[in-house]
């Protein structure tokens, strides 16, 4: 007898620990767990930590409440100007609702996928080339926009959408280059123009001011010389300049004329003239 209530005794308590570890899960801490009762959704989401389902009548979902980071495949369109590029892009987004995540949409991660490509292609075509190089943040918000909607009713929150790259033709390239080099050209041009213009006023000045005065152009003359005189592999050709010529030549001029030796001369004269 003492043997039997033994035998059932342990029977109990290995079906109980049957039990037990049948009824027993874990949700880690960044998910949450959805039990279907029969089929049926309970409105109870179990929080991280241990928790029990009924055996064979319960079943746990586990949903991710992490940040997904989802690529978007790149995407082949005609944009509003009528020029072919490819573009890719990247969607963050999470579960805020696990219940309806699991119950409005059989697969919420391939759903917002195929969103995201559809509303890719559409800003495409809606947006200009200029606005998909340089406007992007601007893009960024509508394709959040255009993702989001749909997505609130599958308890998925769209947090981020990023384009990555803009791929264009080889073509398309070489004329952008190409246009750039021309604009980069016409700059240059107009900068060696106006610095013409502003050093052809500054020589006009000089110049004014150099012919009230003569001997200024002596003295930027003999600047210039110096200045090619510093390097010394060149060969100096100096100018003679006929204005110091004229002035040698008037003080030739002005210059008594010579007498001979202890006034020879003029005693010879003197004498000649007594004979």
Same mark, same amino acid.
């Given at each position: *007898?003492v043997?039997?209530?033994v035998?059932? &005794?342990?029977?109990l308590?290995s079906?109980g620990?049957?039990?037990?570890?049948?009824?027993?899960r874990?949700v %880690?801490?960044?998910e949450r &767990?959805?039990?279907?009762r029969?089929?049926r959704l %309970?409105?109870e989401v179990? &929080?991280p930590?241990?928790t029990?389902?009924v055996p064979?009548v319960?079943?746990?979902q586990?949903?991710?409440?992490?940040?997904?980071?989802?690529?978007?495949p790149a995407?082949?369109?005609i944009t509003?100007d009528?020029v072919t590029?490819?573009?890719d892009?990247v969607v963050?987004?999470?579960?805020?609702?696990?219940?309806e995540a699991?119950?409005?949409?059989? /697969?919420?991660?391939f759903?917002?996928?195929q *969103?995201?490509q559809?509303?890719?292609?559409?800003i495409?075509?809606?947006s200009e080339?200029?606005?998909?190089l340089? $406007?992007?943040e601007?893009l $960024?918000?509508? =394709?959040?926009l *255009?993702?989001?909607?749909p997505?609130? @009713?599958?308890?998925?929150?769209?947090?981020?959408? /990023?384009?990555k790259?803009v791929?264009?033709p080889?073509?398309m390239?070489?004329s952008?280059?190409r246009q750039?080099?021309a /604009?980069r @050209?016409? %700059?240059?041009?107009v900068? +060696?123009?106006?610095a013409?213009l502003?050093?052809?006023k500054?020589?006009?000045?000089?110049?004014?001011?150099m012919s009230e005065?003569p001997?200024a152009l002596?003295? %930027?003359?003999?600047?210039t010389v110096v200045?090619?005189?510093a @390097?010394? +592999?060149s060969?100096?050709v =100096?100018?003679?300049?006929?204005?110091?010529?004229r002035?040698l030549e008037r003080?030739?001029q002005?210059?008594?004329p010579?007498a001979?030796? /202890?006034g020879a001369g003029g005693s010879?004269?003197? +004498?000649s003239?007594?004979?």
């Open positions: *007898m043997e039997a209530l035998a059932a &005794g342990a029977a308590v079906v620990a049957v039990y037990a570890l049948a009824a027993a874990v %880690r801490q960044y &767990g959805v039990v279907f029969l089929g %309970r409105p179990r &929080g930590g241990f029990m389902v064979f319960d079943r746990l586990k949903v991710n409440m992490q940040i997904v980071t989802m690529p978007v995407q082949e369109g509003r009528n590029v490819r573009v892009a963050y987004f999470r579960v805020t609702s696990p219940a699991v119950v409005r949409v059989e /697969d919420y991660r759903a917002v996928s *969103m995201a559809t509303s890719l292609r559409s495409i075509g809606k080339l200029d606005d998909l340089s $406007n992007r601007k $960024n918000q509508g =394709l959040e *255009m993702i989001d909607s997505a609130v @009713e599958w308890g998925v929150t769209i947090d981020r959408v /990023d384009i790259d791929s264009l080889e073509t390239k070489r952008m280059a750039a080099e /604009d @050209e016409r %700059r240059a041009r900068i +060696n123009a106006d013409e502003q050093a052809s500054k020589l006009a000045e000089a110049a004014k001011e005065q001997a002596q003295l %930027r003359l003999l600047q200045a090619v005189a @390097e010394k +592999n060969t100096l =100096l100018p003679f300049p006929v204005e110091l010529l002035f003080a030739q002005q210059l008594p010579a001979g030796p /202890d010879a004269g003197a +004498n003239g007594q004979g």
